[in-house]
């Protein structure tokens, strides 16, 4: 999770930060800007962060439905995609004898704030029921209901088939159909009295806005992910990349700059806004579903570039981010930064337009400016500056030069030579500066102090010496690493010290500091995961790739396919569950995404569209047995690939002009 967490001056004591409240329970239903948290019972009672808010304000705090004079009993409540829930209750009149009930209710809820409640009679005759919905809200903004600093609930006024609150600067409105027979604006209450012969069903829909009139519109924002599938012998697989591809779309927001460009959001409930890095790593593992959202998400983060002659031009700003009890605080924007060339680099390969890719090019190269001169003496780069130069922040800036190098090459613009340059430089340097030799083969320093002393921690940050990028023609980019000290890197993340069971720690198991629930100090956290999966299956390191994908897999089944952003690495023991972080977004952009980069990271797919080529690389073994993607995109066009039981790979699908390689 990625917290900002400002820096402060030495010995000045500072407030203790409101601890976030629990919502790993919730069951939560978004469609960016729209939210509703609501307990598994499904009554909104007003208590903590449930209720149903838009663009981060709270339209309605409490919505508890009493039938026959009495709260109904709950039964189930789940979530029936990202956007919408379901939650089932039933109730006993008394009217037959018996312990049964006699009136099923079901409550279906969606994000944009309409609510159908539907009551249905299994009574053996006819039966008058009062129904009775108690509303409320605060109107407070999320940020003060987190913090416990929300006030209390407004006073309501009636509204024409319903209620509305108001205070200076905002309202909701709570409308009802049919409308009820009767509103009592001090009770917060609509009532309305129900006869139901044997068998029938009525309904009551519930709206909630923030004006009078007009009703919160579903999917205001064109989703241009491909409405992908993945299907095969474990049926896990399928589930997992199918509510991985719709939270990601339900977690994409408009900019309000520019409302044709839409970004995903970082992660709800906390996070429901632009996060530069994460926003742009989502996009980036989004790839194999179109380049439509990382050429957005590049255009959003292009028009907040910084302009002009200083230290700071060409750089994508961005918050700070706590990094753990070891380092302070790292800069978002730093690594988003460096992530802009490589992702536009890869969005090239996977058929990003000409037109798209000519506009975007002089950003890439004012990021490639600001890494040129933020660059010390040693050639790493310090974040912050004077700072720790950390391995993370190396390998970004490595594979921003590469890629970088190859972009300009393929769009016949200069420096490419001195980029090749600057990563051959940083090779040498990092094998030098950053590898710890050790009886046990070594491992690399989590960072160097200013002062040059490694910062000997294995940590789950060192995934990113593996992910180097993909080149023209099917290749992998050079990494930090050589092949020998890669090996040594793959064993570690499969020892387990690192693999729980369920993913890779953030930090090793019996390093100083480790906490299972550190978020950058032990926790799992899904994107590392999926970095490492994929990164070790490009090496070459099947069996490593192969053991974290299956414990990452285990864990998304019993988070019911929506991995939280990250969760307590504690050990994978027979019998045992993942056990979920209090304060970690659920779904998250990047744990999202995560899920569709792991699962196509099987099929190996390396395009080539400019040079009208594809080259498949399965991850060997077929870990998950056969598996097909469907609904693909590669060069715009629709891409389908089944990899077999014995790992081979099949193109079935592919645009006419698109050429199979080795």
């Known amino acids: 999770m990625s917290h900002p967490a400002p820096p402060r001056p030495t010995g000045v004591p500072t407030a203790r930060r409101p601890e976030l409240p629990p919502v790993h329970g919730a069951v939560i239903c978004v469609a960016a800007p729209c939210l509703v948290i609501s307990p598994e019972h499904g009554q909104l009672t007003g208590q903590g962060v449930e209720g149903v808010y838009r663009s981060g304000r709270r339209l309605l705090s409490r919505c508890v439905l009493r039938v026959g004079g009495r709260d109904p009993v709950a039964v189930q409540g789940r979530s029936l995609g990202a956007d919408r829930a379901a939650f089932t209750?039933?109730?006993?009149?008394?009217?037959?004898?018996g312990p049964d009930p006699d009136i099923g209710v079901e409550r279906v809820r969606h994000a944009d704030g309409t609510e159908r409640i539907t009551l249905?009679?299994?009574?053996?005759?006819?039966?008058?029921?009062p129904v009775e919905v108690l509303l409320g809200t605060d109107l407070a903004e999320l940020a003060a209901v987190a913090a416990g600093l929300s006030g209390p609930e407004l006073p309501a006024g009636v509204h024409a088939a319903g209620l509305r609150w108001s205070t200076g600067d905002a309202q909701a409105v709570t409308a009802a159909e049919p409308p009820p027979d009767d509103a009592v604006a001090s009770a917060g209450m609509l009532r309305w009295q129900l006869a139901l012969e044997p068998g029938e069903a009525r309904v009551i829909e519930l709206r909630t806005t923030q004006d009078r009139v007009k009703r919160a519109p579903v999917g205001r924002v064109a989703n241009p992910l491909a409405d992908a599938r993945a299907e095969g012998d474990d049926p896990r697989?399928?589930?997992w990349f199918r509510t991985s591809v719709d939270d990601l779309g339900a977690l994409l927001q408009r900019d309000p700059v520019a409302p044709g460009d839409s970004f995903a959001v970082a992660g709800v409930p906390w996070r429901l806004g632009l996060a530069p890095a994460e926003s742009l790593w989502a996009a980036r593992m989004a790839l194999p579903l179109g380049t439509g959202l990382a050429a957005a998400t590049l255009r959003v983060l292009a028009r907040t570039q910084i302009q002009g002659t200083g230290p700071d031009a060409g750089k994508i700003p961005g918050p700070l981010r706590?990094?753990?009890p070891q380092l302070p605080p790292a800069c978002t924007g730093t690594e988003a930064t460096l992530a802009f060339p490589a992702v536009l680099a890869e969005a090239r390969l996977w058929g990003l337009p000409e037109d798209e890719l000519a506009?975007?090019?002089p950003v890439a190269e004012r990021c490639l400016a600001w890494l040129r001169g933020a660059q010390g003496p040693d050639g790493f780069l310090a974040d912050p500056v004077p700072g720790p130069r950390r391995c993370e922040t190396q390998a970004h800036a490595h594979r921003a030069a590469v890629l970088g190098a190859e972009l300009l090459d393929s769009c016949g613009r200069p420096g490419a030579g001195e980029w090749r340059e600057r990563a051959a430089a940083l090779r040498e340097s990092f094998r030098a500066a950053f590898w710890i030799d050790g009886p046990d083969g070594g491992r690399p320093a989590s960072a160097l102090h200013p002062d040059g002393r490694p910062l000997p921690r294995m940590t789950g940050a060192a995934v990113h010496l593996l992910d180097t990028g993909l080149l023209g023609g099917g290749g992998i980019a050079p990494g930090l690493l050589d092949r020998t000290r890669a090996e040594q890197l793959a064993r570690l993340f499969g020892a387990p010290a690192m693999d729980c069971g369920w993913g890779l720690r953030s930090m090793a198991l019996k390093e100083p500091g480790h906490n299972p629930y550190g978020h950058r100090s032990g926790a799992v956290?899904?994107?590392e995961s999926a970095v490492?999966?994929?990164g070790l299956a490009r090496a070459g390191f099947g069996k490593e790739a192969a053991g974290l994908l299956r414990g990452l897999l285990d864990a998304a089944e019993a988070f019911g396919y929506r991995l939280p952003e990250m969760f307590a690495a504690e050990q994978r023991t027979a019998g045992s569950f993942p056990v979920p972080h209090p304060a970690a977004c659920r779904p998250a952009a990047v744990s999202a995404a995560a899920g569709i980069h792991v699962l196509t990271a099987l099929a190996g797919i390396r395009p080539d569209a400019p040079?009208?080529?594809v080259a498949l690389v399965p991850v060997p073994g077929a870990p998950l047995g056969e598996i097909r993607f469907s609904g693909l995109r590669v060069s715009g066009e629709p891409f389908a690939v089944r990899i077999s039981r014995l790992g081979l790979g099949m193109v079935e699908e592919a645009a006419d002009a698109l050429q199979l390689g080795g």
Do not use: E, W
């Open 89 to 97: 209750a039933t109730v006993r009149t008394g009217a037959d004898p």
């Open 120 to 129: 249905r009679s299994f009574a053996a005759r006819p039966v008058h029921l």
């Open 237 to 239: 697989a399928t589930a």
């Open 322 to 324: 706590g990094a753990g």
């Open 359 to 361: 506009r975007l090019l």
């Open 525 to 527: 956290r899904a994107y």
């Open 532 to 534: 490492a999966v994929s």
């Open 611 to 613: 040079a009208g080529a």
